[in-house]
């Protein structure tokens, strides 16, 4: 019987070195990541064409988007639990497979209805975020964990697979039939998205070992939801919601904003919002490998500084002030106007900020909860995703209500700023607590204050 438990996994303890086999864990676990982000914001592309074939409003649309997100969202804790107690590798074939059937009934829909539903099951694709998290927090040592983390959160990046495929497809492939009576146009994306999520849970299958590392497997659950408890797991649950549920979020609703606002077709919507997307997935490594160096506080400054000032002057509406004279006549002054290049210079350096500030997040919970990185950091996953979910109806009803598109950065904005404040009002308290007898120093030259 031992020897039986053996050849199905290990169990290992919270600090640990890198196993043998970690690389091909990360390989296929990212790869795996990748195409089930894909699927899980496909809508954020295929959104346009639903809305003319189903004739929906904007609101109804940002909520096929919204419900994905949050089925996407809504398992993360148990699954990242789940993988700490049987090994990440059977949890990704389930979840790869699992998401395989809705992604392929997506093509027959023929209501808003059947598209509500099977856009949240399709949404649990999202869910493997956590399952990766933990799995490779299992397999690599403290002083590779920054990295490994960020490499796998790289797979963000999927967002901008549909970005890619998705407009030739749509473009190449409307009206057309197929065998087995499949439709082209954006019916055909989901059917290619099926059966790629099938070949990849054979892969992973047969690629990763088959002994896999189980750091929960014998602690009870009770145990692991014991760090929830803990503030610092909900404060960092907030600034994810900050760095990956706004990334969700402008994911899919920037390229209905290009085409709204800069009059511009779908192809060139899809590669402008794929400017944003890169860099908010492809620099997560760059952020887990900074963080490993100077530490992850340092680079949370660093990001919600750049959103604050990204953010804060994309929220300003285009405009100018009038000013009316006692002669009765009016003149205009200071006019502002927010171009297309603009725009997506500053998208793009809000991207970068969230994709550093991503791995900076996720370095806190090996660091503060080495033994429970599946919960607390499902949790945080859970919650970031949650902000995926709110945020698209939000910025539906703020432009209904205000009538400006921008704001949408304004919704942003906030939730940044109490981030910053909450993170800043931490670490101000926590140096008072340290070091109480520099509390009343403003000047402090005479007193030494490194440390």
Same mark, same amino acid.
């Given at each position: 019987?031992?020897?039986?438990?053996?050849?199905?996994? +290990?169990?290992?303890?919270?600090?640990? &070195?890198?196993?043998?086999?970690?690389?091909?864990?990360?390989?296929?676990? *990212?790869?795996?990541?990748?195409?089930?982000?894909?699927?899980?914001?496909?809508?954020?592309?295929?959104?346009?064409?639903?809305?003319?074939?189903?004739?929906?409003?904007?609101? /109804?649309?940002?909520?096929? *988007?919204?419900?994905?997100? !949050?089925?996407?969202?809504?398992?993360?804790?148990?699954?990242?639990?789940?993988?700490?107690?049987?090994?990440?590798?059977?949890?990704?074939?389930?979840?790869?497979?699992?998401?395989?059937?809705?992604?392929?009934?997506?093509? *027959?829909?023929?209501?808003?209805?059947?598209?509500?539903?099977?856009?949240?099951?399709?949404?649990?694709?999202?869910?493997?975020?956590?399952?990766?998290?933990?799995?490779?927090?299992?397999?690599?040592?403290? /002083?590779?964990?920054?990295?490994?983390?960020?490499?796998?959160?790289?797979?963000?990046?999927?967002?901008?697979?549909?970005?890619?495929?998705?407009?030739?497809?749509?473009?190449?492939?409307?009206?057309?039939?197929?065998?087995?009576?499949?439709?082209?146009?954006?019916?055909? @994306?989901?059917?290619?998205?099926?059966?790629?999520?099938?070949?990849?849970?054979? !892969?992973?299958?047969?690629?990763?070992?088959?002994?896999?590392?189980?750091?929960?497997?014998?602690?009870?659950?009770?145990?692991?939801?014991?760090?929830?408890?803990?503030?610092?797991?909900?404060?960092?649950?907030?600034?994810?919601?900050?760095?990956?549920?706004?990334?969700?979020?402008?994911?899919?609703?920037?390229?209905?904003?290009?085409?709204?606002?800069?009059?511009? +077709?779908?192809?060139?919507?899809?590669? !402008?919002?794929?400017?944003?997307?890169?860099?908010?997935?492809?620099?997560?490594?760059?952020?887990?490998?900074?963080?490993?160096?100077?530490?992850?506080?340092?680079?949370?400054?660093? *990001?919600?500084?750049?959103?604050?000032?990204?953010?804060?002057?994309?929220?300003?509406?285009?405009?100018?002030?009038?000013?009316?004279?006692?002669?009765?006549?009016?003149?205009?002054?200071?006019?502002?106007?927010?171009?297309?290049?603009?725009?997506?210079?500053?998208?793009?350096?809000?991207?970068?900020?969230?994709?550093?500030?991503?791995?900076?997040?996720?370095?806190?919970?090996?660091?503060?909860?080495?033994?429970?990185?599946?919960?607390?950091?499902?949790? @945080?996953?859970?919650?970031?995703?949650?902000?995926?979910?709110?945020?698209?109806?939000?910025?539906?009803?703020?432009?209904?209500?205000?009538?400006?598109?921008?704001?949408?950065?304004?919704?942003?904005?906030?939730?940044?700023?109490?981030?910053?404040?909450?993170?800043?009002?931490?670490?101000?308290?926590?140096?008072?607590?340290?070091?109480? +007898?520099?509390? &009343?120093?403003?000047?402090?030259?005479?007193?030494?204050?490194?440390?």
């Amino acid at each position: 019987m031992q020897h039986l438990g053996a050849l199905a996994g +290990e169990t290992v303890a919270p600090v640990h &070195d890198t196993g043998r086999g970690a690389t091909r864990v990360l390989v296929m676990s *990212t790869a795996a990541f990748t195409a089930m982000f894909a699927v899980w914001l496909m809508f954020g592309i295929l959104g346009p064409s639903i809305q003319k074939e189903f004739g929906l409003t904007d609101v /109804e649309l940002s909520w096929i *988007t919204a419900v994905a997100v !949050l089925n996407g969202s809504m398992w993360r804790l148990p699954a990242g639990m789940l993988t700490d107690r049987i090994g990440g590798r059977k949890v990704t074939v389930f979840m790869l497979a699992a998401t395989a059937i809705p992604a392929y009934f997506v093509s *027959t829909a023929s209501s808003y209805g059947m598209l509500l539903v099977l856009a949240f099951l399709v949404g649990f694709a999202g869910n493997l975020f956590s399952v990766g998290i933990a799995w490779n927090a299992a397999w690599y040592g403290r /002083e590779r964990q920054g990295f490994a983390l960020g490499v796998f959160g790289a797979g963000n990046v999927g967002a901008s697979v549909t970005k890619f495929i998705g407009p030739p497809i749509i473009l190449g492939t409307a009206g057309s039939s197929f065998a087995f009576g499949l439709q082209g146009g954006w019916r055909l @994306v989901p059917v290619i998205y099926s059966v790629l999520l099938v070949v990849l849970a054979v !892969l992973t299958y047969i690629v990763v070992p088959r002994r896999d590392r189980m750091p929960g497997a014998t602690k009870p659950v009770r145990e692991m939801l014991t760090p929830l408890k803990q503030v610092r797991v909900w404060r960092f649950s907030l600034y994810y919601v900050a760095v990956f549920g706004a990334y969700v979020a402008l994911s899919a609703w920037l390229p209905k904003y290009y085409i709204d606002n800069f009059g511009v +077709e779908i192809w060139p919507a899809a590669l !402008l919002t794929a400017t944003f997307i890169f860099p908010a997935s492809l620099l997560r490594p760059l952020g887990g490998w900074v963080s490993d160096r100077v530490g992850a506080r340092r680079v949370m400054y660093w *990001t919600f500084g750049v959103m604050l000032v990204t953010t804060g002057i994309l929220m300003m509406p285009n405009g100018h002030i009038v000013v009316s004279h006692p002669d009765g006549s009016q003149t205009t002054h200071l006019g502002y106007q927010i171009g297309l290049p603009t725009f997506a210079i500053l998208v793009f350096f809000l991207g970068v900020a969230m994709g550093i500030g991503k791995a900076a997040v996720y370095k806190h919970i090996p660091e503060y909860f080495p033994d429970n990185v599946g919960s607390v950091g499902g949790l @945080v996953g859970m919650l970031g995703g949650l902000g995926g979910f709110f945020l698209p109806p939000m910025f539906a009803y703020t432009k209904a209500w205000t009538g400006f598109p921008s704001s949408t950065f304004a919704c942003l904005f906030i939730v940044t700023a109490i981030c910053a404040v909450w993170m800043h009002w931490t670490v101000v308290h926590m140096l008072h607590s340290g070091s109480p +007898e520099l509390a &009343d120093h403003f000047d402090t030259e005479h007193v030494s204050t490194r440390g």
